[in-house]
């Protein structure tokens, strides 16, 4: 069984600050995993996504994230924040199902101050 | 592309009417799945397919049913709607696990169905 756990479900920050939203997740073999983007009355947009390649991943719009296996985490960043960051951000797992299953994690929602 | 497209966007319901969700896509993929959005709750998986006539059976499959008559097309169907299936539906695609590279496993969502159930 795989899950994703995101910690805090709202993220504020001043525009221009470091944004850092967590994830943590459980899986009983090597994890895919994604981190998607939601901006209201949207669907789910690709931010980025780990697949075993490189441990940092960067995605769109100057987001990226580090995989550290010993800390089971995929934490997502970006230096600088910008009013248009405004959005809620999922973080998802994918094992090995045949399925390509994706378990996602309950949402952080994140705000901007300008 | 359109990519994946959801008809209808908004749709408001009784309790007890019945209604079907089109999901459409344009990219040839193998796989389609079903989600329910809730505040708080993530995504869900209610019922997924992987090829043209399979479906089978995700998180939360109950008081839903689902066809593939077509490849491009995953249709997600309410029986008889009640309140506590007032959500937002998403639909995705991906590409079959037999296919080679790292895009396999990702995947790509519809704009979103807004149903309310009095």
């Known amino acids: 069984a795989q899950s994703v756990t995101q910690l805090g479900s709202h993220v504020s920050v001043s525009e221009g600050a470091l944004v850092l939203l967590r994830c943590n997740y459980s899986?009983?073999?090597?994890?895919?995993l994604f981190w998607y983007v939601q901006y209201p009355n949207q669907g789910l947009q690709l931010l980025l996504k780990?697949?075993?390649?490189?441990?940092l991943v960067k995605g769109i719009n100057g987001f990226e994230a580090e995989f550290k296996k010993s800390e089971t985490s995929f934490h997502l960043t970006k230096p600088s924040a910008h009013m248009s960051d405004a959005a809620e951000y999922f973080c998802?797992?994918?094992?090995?199902?045949?399925?390509?299953?994706?378990?996602f994690g309950g949402g952080t929602r994140l705000m901007v101050k300008p | 592309n359109a990519g994946v497209t959801q008809t209808p966007k908004f749709r408001v319901l009784k309790t007890g009417q019945s209604m079907t969700l089109l999901c459409a896509q344009d990219?040839?993929?193998?796989?389609m799945y079903w989600y329910r959005q809730d505040p708080g709750m993530g995504l869900r998986l209610i019922h997924y397919s992987v090829g043209e006539g399979t479906t089978a059976k995700g998180e939360v499959p109950d008081g839903y049913n689902v066809s593939r008559l077509k490849k491009q097309n995953f249709l997600l169907g309410l029986e008889s709607a009640a309140p506590s299936q007032t959500s937002v539906y998403f639909c995705?695609?991906?590409?079959?696990?037999?296919?080679?590279?790292?895009?396999?496993?990702?995947?790509?969502f519809g704009p979103g169905t807004r149903l309310t159930v009095l």
């Open positions: 780990y697949t075993s390649a490189a441990t």
């Open positions: 995705a695609s991906s590409y079959s696990i037999r296919t080679s590279g790292p895009s396999r496993h990702t995947q790509y």
């Open positions: 990219m040839n993929h193998e796989y």
């Open positions: 998802a797992v994918s094992g090995d199902n045949a399925g390509n299953m994706l378990t």
């Open positions: 899986s009983s073999v090597p994890p895919y």
